[in-house]
T-cell receptor, first 113, second 112 residues
Framework: ETAVFQTPNYHVTQVGNEVSFNCKQT?????MYWYKQDSKKLLKIMFS???????VNETVPRRFSPQSSDKAHLNLRIKSVEPEDSAVYLC????????????FGPGTRLTVL | QQNVQQSPESLIVPEGARTSLNCTFS?????YFWWYRQHSGKAPKALM?????GEKEEGRFTIHLNKASLHFSLHIRDSQPSDSALYLC????????????FGKGTSLTVIP
């Protein structure tokens, strides 16, 4: 049963465009994450957001930015996409930071032409 | 930064076999260790976790953790075709940001 929802499922765009992806969780969790899963299936943390505190992976380019209206929503904006941004973007949530189980959404597949 | 490696990259086993998947990590202060399973085109889903040295069994699945060797593993008894998936290990790093670092995964195929 899905409790972490992501839209859209797929998005195709051209280099330089701006894109936004949405994520909503109905689990009552207070921590949300964005991961990037590349073509080799490697999952890399991009952001975590807990109690309005944003933790950023320092390797994430500045064109990526998370946006949150409340603890149930964490969106991802990419200002000017580049070909290497093509990947699956996975949203996740958990009860808190630390070793808690993370619940993942189905992902948004981005293709940059 | 935490370095998490998985082996093998892929595995094909017959139905009913015992399967072993391995994960090594680099941060000896790591405290939380998870296995996730991702069926093709689906979201990763948590399978099992272990937090202290030793072994933990849940049904057909067993996790072993040896922190001194920087190694943990997942063993599947009586493998089923429905176990065919990408298995991802995840380790929580205690240095720097407390985030999970994932391995690249082991692709398991169980042949009927």
């Amino acid at each position: 049963e899905t409790a972490v929802f992501q839209t859209p499922n797929y998005h195709v765009t051209q280099v330089g465009n701006e894109v936004s992806f949405n994520c909503k969780q109905t689990l009552g969790h207070d921590t949300m994450y964005w991961y990037k899963q590349d073509s080799k299936k490697l999952l890399k943390i991009m952001f975590s957001y807990n109690n309005k505190q944003l933790i950023v992976n320092e390797t994430v380019p500045r064109r990526f930015s998370p946006q949150s209206s409340d603890k149930a929503h964490l969106n991802l904006r990419i200002k000017s996409v580049e070909p290497e941004d093509s990947a699956v973007y996975l949203c996740a949530s958990s009860y808190g930071t630390g070793g808690y189980e993370q619940y993942f959404g189905p992902g948004t597949r981005l293709t940059v032409l | 930064q935490q370095n998490v490696q998985q082996s093998p990259e892929s595995l094909i086993v017959p139905e009913g076999a015992r399967t072993s998947l391995n994960c090594t990590f680099s941060d000896s202060a790591s405290q939380y260790f998870w296995w996730y399973r991702q069926h093709s085109g689906k979201a990763p889903k948590a399978l099992m976790s272990i937090f202290s040295n030793g072994e933990k069994e849940e049904g057909r699945f067993t996790i072993h953790l040896n922190k001194a060797s920087l190694h943990f593993s997942l063993h599947i008894r009586d493998s089923q075709p429905s176990d065919s998936a990408l298995y991802l290990c995840a380790v929580l790093s205690n240095t720097g940001y407390q985030n999970f670092y994932f391995g690249k995964g082991t692709s398991l195929t169980v042949i009927p």
